[in-house]
């Protein structure tokens, strides 16, 4: 193994780090007070070609390895989580179904666009019947000469609401299900039928919209159909292979919070006196302290692994994936409790971002799979060996 990454990628993980202290921590509170990332923000955002990070080259984005994408997650997510979710629609869950398995014409009309941040993306599964048990969708396409016709509502999609472009997936064949009668179908935002319904009211990541999507005799082309005829009945599999590179996504987020986290409890816990002495001099903080640095180290190792697997091996890292979810997102759910915990009565208050992180990365343990269905997922890969 060797995490080392290349200079071009070292230089790119320094200007992400700049952006995120000069320009985006500084709006932080903005954002969560507005609940909306400013135009201009957004705009940057793109001039650094943080939307297409995870697309390849020849579509016009970055093309960077999973290894150094978890890593501009990590420098992202040390700030406002929803500037993270702002860009990783178009990097991992809205764009991953096309670059591995979309048609070279659907690659061509429609990477490009997404890796610049012209078109954002959405990735719209779930629905009020069918979350863990995404098989159970009631999404229906139907076929109707050379158009299939779409009914049926979805919710909680990210970026729902400004995605110019959503993975729709929806039962093809009522018998099959997931064994072959899942189709994944790319739906442009204009379609008739296709509309936004409730932007949910949510305990955090506020400056990143959810959203219900309406489906009501929604006509597609056939080549809407991603892969193509060849891939009509296959979208399970599409959607579970985008979700694992997603959880790396997500576990990135993770640990980056954490160790921002643990930055702040470290200089909260240098300058807070009580008893008349820095709170650091006292051993119950200090092993707060040794104990998120360790779990930290222990998550960062796992990731990186994962994701350097991801890239050397070209094999699947379902398992892999999985745990480095479960292990990070539930490692940074410890250390937010102790971040909390070393602020004191400021921990519990707005003036400082904790309570927000701690709040945010609530989230990391559902989205994507819950803790339960990765510790699902890793016990029915290992009983497969
Ligand atoms: C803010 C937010 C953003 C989201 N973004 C998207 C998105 O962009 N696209 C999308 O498609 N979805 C999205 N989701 C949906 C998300 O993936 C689901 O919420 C998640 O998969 C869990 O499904 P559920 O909410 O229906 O919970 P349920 O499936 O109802 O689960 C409830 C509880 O039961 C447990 N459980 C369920 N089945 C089992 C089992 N077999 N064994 C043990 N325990 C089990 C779960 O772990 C959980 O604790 C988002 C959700 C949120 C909250």
Redesign the pocket.
């Known amino acids: 193994m060797d995490f080392t990454i290349p200079e071009e990628t070292r230089l790119m993980l320094q200007s992400v780090r700049r952006f995120v202290e000069n320009e985006l921590e500084p709006i932080s509170r903005q954002v969560e007070e507005e609940d909306r990332i400013p135009d201009e923000v957004v705009q940057s955002m793109r001039e650094l070609g943080l939307f297409g990070l995870a697309i390849p080259r020849e579509y016009g984005g970055l093309g960077l390895s999973t290894l150094a994408e978890v890593m501009v997650y990590e420098e992202l997510s040390r700030t406002n989580a929803c500037f993270r979710t702002r860009i990783a ?1 178009n990097n991992g ?1 809205g764009s991953q179904g096309i670059v591995l398995d979309g048609t070279e014409e659907q690659k061509r009309r429609y990477l490009p666009r997404l890796a610049s941040g012209e078109w954002t993306a ?5 629905e009020p019947e ?5 098989a159970g969708i009631r999404t229906t396409a139907v076929r109707d000469g050379d158009h299939w016709v779409i009914n049926g509502r ?7 609401d400004i995605a110019d472009l959503a993975t729709v997936f929806a039962v093809t064949d009522p018998q099959k299900r997931a064994r072959g009668g899942i189709t994944a179908f790319l739906v442009e935002r204009g379609t008739p039928g296709f509309s936004v319904g409730t932007v ?1 009211r ?1 305990m955090g ?1 506020r400056g ?1 919209h ?1 959203c219900e999507l309406i489906f009501e005799d929604c006509r597609v082309p056939a080549d809407s159909v991603i892969g193509g005829e060849a891939m009509v009945g296959q979208g399970f599999k599409t959607a579970m292979k985008t979700l694992d590179k997603g959880r790396l996504g997500v576990a990135a987020s993770a640990l980056g919070a954490a160790q921002r986290l643990l930055e702040l409890s470290r200089d909260y816990a240098r300058q807070r006196v009580q008893f008349g002495r820095p709170i650091a001099e006292f051993q119950a903080i200090r092993f707060m302290l040794a104990e998120m640095a360790t779990q930290i180290y222990a998550a960062r190792q796992m990731l990186y692994h994962a994701a350097w697997l991801r890239d050397h091996t070209g094999r699947p890292v379902t398992g892999q994936a999985a745990m480095a979810k479960l292990f990070c997102t539930e490692m940074a759910g410890r250390v937010a409790d102790m971040a909390l915990q070393i602020h004191g009565g400021m921990g519990y208050m707005k003036e400082l971002p904790v309570e927000r992180f701690y709040r945010d990365l609530r ?1 990391t343990r ?8 990765q ?2 997922v890793i016990a029915r890969e290992l009983l497969k060996e």
């Open positions: 629609t869950i959405c990735f719209a599964l779930s069918a979350g863990s048990d995404a979805k919710h909680f999609i990210t970026n729902g949910e949510k990541m990143s959810t989230l559902i989205y994507e799979g819950t803790s339960e269905i510790r699902l």
